[in-house]
């Protein structure tokens, strides 16, 4: 039975995350977010189209959703050999996984972050408060250096250094697991993995930064 019920529990996370919401949502607004700016489905590139209150907002909470939604319902209704850890990292896990690869659009998904906060803001919320200050220095810096930006609206254009502040905070997630919770190796290992899966996702965002290409 507790076979059955992980096994549950993995596909409907799978399933759920597989969801795409950014597409979804901007063929609701009669835009095909896959054959515009990056092509890619989620909130950042959304927000190239409607912008960052009708595009980035309502996306990156959906996006968010599908990833704490599971961990939520496992860590509360599901008592397993696994422990509260190992449920609700499995259904973290497939969750992010489906937003990578979605079974609906032939596992062409998208990067993965704003599932992968979702996840883990149940999972280590203490981790996630130490990771947010990376992101927010690191995205001013992406601002501050890139001359064109400094006469932009905050929010215009935010796309350019979201990739970067992403990486980071992913890279700073596991350092703060270790210090602050070093016992869960489950947790450590698992954001570990993850951090390098999102850098691997952004791969191509880092190499066209490194090259000091900022557009």
Excluded at 121 to 149: G, H, K, N, Q, T
Aim: proline residues 5%; positive net charge; charged residues 15%.
């Amino acid at each position: 039975m507790d076979v059955i019920l992980i096994i549950a529990a993995g596909v409907f996370s799978y399933l759920l995350g597989s969801v795409p919401f950014g597409l979804v949502y901007s063929l609701a607004r009669g835009v095909d977010i896959r054959k515009v700016g990056s092509k890619n489905i989620g909130a950042t590139n959304v927000s190239r189209q409607f912008g960052f209150a009708l595009g980035f907002v309502p996306v990156f909470i959906l996006d968010l959703a599908k990833g704490a939604l599971p961990v939520f319902l496992a860590a509360s209704y599901i008592h397993t050999p696994l422990g509260r850890d190992g449920i609700m990292v499995l259904t973290g896990i497939m969750a992010i996984a489906g937003h990578m690869f979605p079974v609906y659009l032939g596992f062409r998904g998208g990067k993965g972050v704003a599932t992968a906060l979702g996840v883990f803001i149940l999972i280590a919320p203490y981790e996630i408060a130490m990771c947010l200050p990376v992101f927010i220095i690191v995205l001013l810096l992406m601002r501050f250096i890139d001359p064109s930006r400094k006469s932009e609206p905050f929010f215009k254009n935010m796309q350019k250094g979201v990739g970067l502040s992403s990486c980071a905070a992913a890279v700073a997630l596991p350092i703060s697991v270790f210090i602050l919770e070093s016992p869960r190796i489950l947790i450590l290992v698992i954001s570990i993995l993850v951090a390098l899966l999102l850098v691997y996702r952004h791969r191509s965002n880092l190499v066209k930064i490194f090259k000091g290409d900022l557009s």
